[in-house]
């Protein structure tokens, strides 16, 4: 027991499908054997986790009767209620079977779209009846291969359609749930619709019930675009509609790798844990990473461990960070004023324009003015190496 042990409180949580991943890759076979639910749940109670997310289909086979469902959910409860573990998200698997080839809420076929809002019903009350209280839609297959096969003005309406459909659903069954929308640019299919949070969090406001609905941004993803994930997330927070997060790591311009949290690029995890941490974040810290193809299972445990271990350190990192005399005092000069511009507080108004309009500006100095951040990125670099 150190500092850096996870404890219910951090709210760390692993999907099924994360420790559960077998080390298939587009490649090659399967390195693991496949552990039972029960047994995935006992290993992430060994390594420390609070919490076990899953899609339908990671708990109840899809094609199992009514009767293995019970029996199968019994045996989870059972688990949880062994191990303390609660559930505090859920999806639907609508990527994996052939039905979903081309698409689930946008497939152009009507009866797949029939059938994946059928199949979400039944996923979300397996998700509320084991607790969860965040809702999660990954659209895996929601999108194209050739642009010449679908209207993506189609596309938006059918995906549009099938959330408030099932916005209404949680509302007339008076379930305690909200949604959390994951984008993601590319992979499985070639061009996947609303690829990054900034295009999920402006489709959102088209929405019947948008209080609702918020985003699940995940690391990979927008990595995966060459984008600054913590930006992406401060945005979300911004909005109100970071509603859940999926942690993991990818270096850019690569194939989807949703690596161990925080073993590839670094200063990146560092500044986003400093972001959950300093604007107070209260939702889950969601891995949804797997470990390398090369990994048995007590490489997997050591694996979940890294990931809550790194986000542990890198949150200790922050608080130093924002204890560090130096660069604080360095923060302060960079942020420093004198309250000149005050007026401007209120937003405009006639009088802040005339008094904007005859204020003098030093052009020559202003653009002269000290900025050390070569200093203070060196400060956070030395931090991080830990020798400050
Ligand atoms: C899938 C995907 C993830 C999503 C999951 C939720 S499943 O593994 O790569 O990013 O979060 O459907
Ligand atoms: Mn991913
Ligand atoms: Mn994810």
Redesign the pocket.
Known sequence: MDSYTPKPEHKFTF?L??VGNLGRDPFGEPTRSRLSPVELVRLLAEAGAYGVNF?DNDLVPIDATAAERDRIVREFKQALADTGLVVPMA?????TDPVFKDGAFTSNDPAVRAYALQKTMNAIDLGVELGAKVY???G?REGTETDASKNPLDAAKWFRDALNFLCEYVLDNGYDLKFAL?P?PN?PRSDLYLPSVGAMLGFITTLDHPDLVGL?P?V??EHMAGLNFMHAVAQAWDAGKLFHI?L?DQLFGRY?Q?LRFGSVMLKQAFFLVKFLEDVGYTGSRHF?A?AYRSADYEDVKEFARGCMRTYLILKEKAQRFNNDAEIQALLREITADDGVYAFLAQGYSRDAAAQLRATPFDRATLGARRLPYERLDQLTVELLLGVR
């Open positions: 999907g499908w994360t899609h999806t639907t698997n609508l990527f999660v839609f990954w895996g994951e993601k992979e699940n995940e990979a993803h999926d993991n989807d949703d949804d797997h």
